[in-house]
């Protein structure tokens, strides 16, 4: 028998279920379709064809082919399972809302063909309708899904991935070149080309890496910006290079102290929390969860959100994290928080705004985390940070970068101003300005918003709609 294998957001060989699966039953096609309903950012593009190429590569070698087409999953899916005659199409689950619309479409398709659609557990810990409270309600609060998760959680023993593949026929596609997902004239993808390697032994490297010194001092230096102290795994696990039960059963073995391991845990299961808001709130990405934000006062300023955008703002350290995303397709996580937070209340711009820039610039651009994150970060979110908790980035910056090796890698034209003035250059004396080379307003900017000023409008903009 022949059975068809749908990739998604899983684009790996080993620990892959669906994979396992269509084996069990028969030779495997693989195929993964490029939909434009997925509105793929600009360096997910790019990453994407690094992994398929890898992917390619990789099936290649275990005398596989895997099979690219461009269009209408829901259309092109089912239609490929007739041609090659196949008696099954297996996939992973996703929780994205386009790909539960397509997986809609196509298991009327096939049910109408006879061909069996089954669905594995691959992307998350569970599927997101099964964590309920214990009244069957859905969680809002992360510390009890949290736990929850812990308690259920029982990762899969290890599948590894197969040795060889029986041919399956070849119906033709695509060429992964023809696709245009690289970046030509210009090509700013130099600095993403030297951070990451996509693929599934990238992300076994980049596991290993951070697990070979037992996680290193993570719960204690994660909210660092200036020390390399996170695993880097989240554009990995994002396009499912490496299954969320690979990860969690190779930090539960790992040697190191545990409270950086239960920190790193915690974290995993964040990414768990956003896809499960994600599944029970599939506008997640637009809407505010928490209804009165929509009446937020929000400005409109094309300029203000250019100069965010190109780390432009004159504050260092929302400059130096706009610039890392933009040179790496990554942010630090600490930075992404002051970054969000001074966009939507020292702006006074809409978080959907950041969401958007956000998801076209990140390598783990996923609409579930980044979705979920910006409304946690907005006040509108579940369980989110007060919205009158506003950040002051330049104590966040003294607090997390203190030593400022952060903003002097990605704002060099400030990098030899000292310590004391590197994260408020607009407090230091004309003297030691000029002492550092710095011309304020020429080769740095004057923040684009006095940081008092902002801080009272975001207020006075939260209390006109407190009580809505
Ligand atoms: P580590 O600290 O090593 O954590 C391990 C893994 O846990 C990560 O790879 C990730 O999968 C998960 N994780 C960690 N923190 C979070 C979190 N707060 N929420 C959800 N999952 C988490 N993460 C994305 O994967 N994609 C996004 O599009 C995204 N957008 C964000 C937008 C904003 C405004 C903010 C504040 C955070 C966003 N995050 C997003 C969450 C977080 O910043 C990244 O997951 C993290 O920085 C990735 O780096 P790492 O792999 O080294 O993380």
Not at 238 to 252: L, P, S
Not at 259 to 271: M, N, S
Not at 421 to 441: C, K, M, S, T
């Amino acid at each position: 028998a022949t059975t068809l294998l749908w990739l998604r957001n899983d684009l790996r060989l080993a620990d892959n279920p669906a994979l396992a699966a269509a084996i069990e039953e028969g030779n495997v096609l693989p195929v993964f379709v490029l939909d434009p309903a997925a509105e793929t950012g600009g360096a997910s593009r790019w990453w994407l064809h690094h992994s398929l190429a890898a992917l390619e590569a990789d099936f290649a070698a275990r005398g596989g082919r895997l099979v690219l087409r461009r269009g209408d999953a829901a259309a092109i899916v089912p239609a490929l399972a007739r041609e090659i005659g196949a008696v099954a199409v297996h996939a992973g689950r996703a929780h994205e809302p386009w790909l539960r619309e397509a997986d809609r479409r196509v298991a009327a398709a096939l049910q109408e063909a006879g061909i069996g659609f089954h669905r594995h557990r691959s992307a998350l810990m569970f599927g997101p309708e099964r964590i309920t409270t214990r009244t069957g309600g859905v969680y809002g609060v992360y510390t009890p899904f949290s736990r929850a998760c812990f308690d259920a959680f029982a990762p899969r023993p290890p599948i590894p991935a197969p040795a060889r593949l029986a041919a399956a026929g070849d119906p033709g596609g695509d060429r992964l070149g023809d696709w245009g997902l690289l970046p030509v004239k210009p090509d700013w993808a130099g600095g993403l080309r030297a951070s990451w390697t996509p693929g599934e032994a990238g992300a076994r490297a980049r596991l290993d890496a951070f697990l070979a010194d037992g996680f290193g001092e993570y719960d204690r230096q994660r909210d660092l910006p200036g020390v390399a102290g996170t695993s880097g795994l989240s554009p990995h696990l994002h396009w499912g290079e490496i299954a969320i039960d690979a990860v969690w059963r190779a930090a539960v073995a790992a040697p190191g102290r545990d409270a950086a391991r239960q920190t790193f845990l915690k974290e995993l299961i964040w990414r768990e929390f956003a896809a499960y808001l994600l599944w029970h709130t599939p506008d997640l990405a637009t809407r505010p969860m928490k209804a009165q934000f929509a009446a937020m006062p929000w400005r409109e300023s094309a300029a203000d959100l250019a100069a965010w955008q190109h780390g432009r703002t004159g504050v260092p350290i929302v400059d130096a994290g706009m610039r890392q995303l933009w040179q790496t397709g990554w942010m630090h996580n600490r930075v992404r928080m002051i970054v969000a937070s001074f966009l939507v209340k020292h702006l006074l711009l809409p978080w959907q705004a950041g969401e958007r820039w956000f998801h076209d610039c990140l390598v783990d651009a996923d609409a579930a985390s980044n979705a979920a994150s910006w409304q946690w970060v907005a006040g509108s979110g579940a369980d989110a940070a007060p919205y009158f908790r506003i950040f002051n980035p330049v104590l966040q910056g003294r607090k997390f970068d203190p030593d400022g090796a952060y903003v002097r890698r990605f704002v060099p034209e400030i990098a030899n101003l000292p310590d004391k003035y590197l994260h408020a250059p607009w407090e230091a004396p004309e003297i030691v300005l000029r002492g550092a080379g710095v011309r304020l307003g020429a080769s740095y900017p004057r923040p684009i918003v006095d940081l008092a000023e902002g801080r009272e409008r975001a207020l006075a903009a939260f209390a006109a709609i407190s009580g809505k």
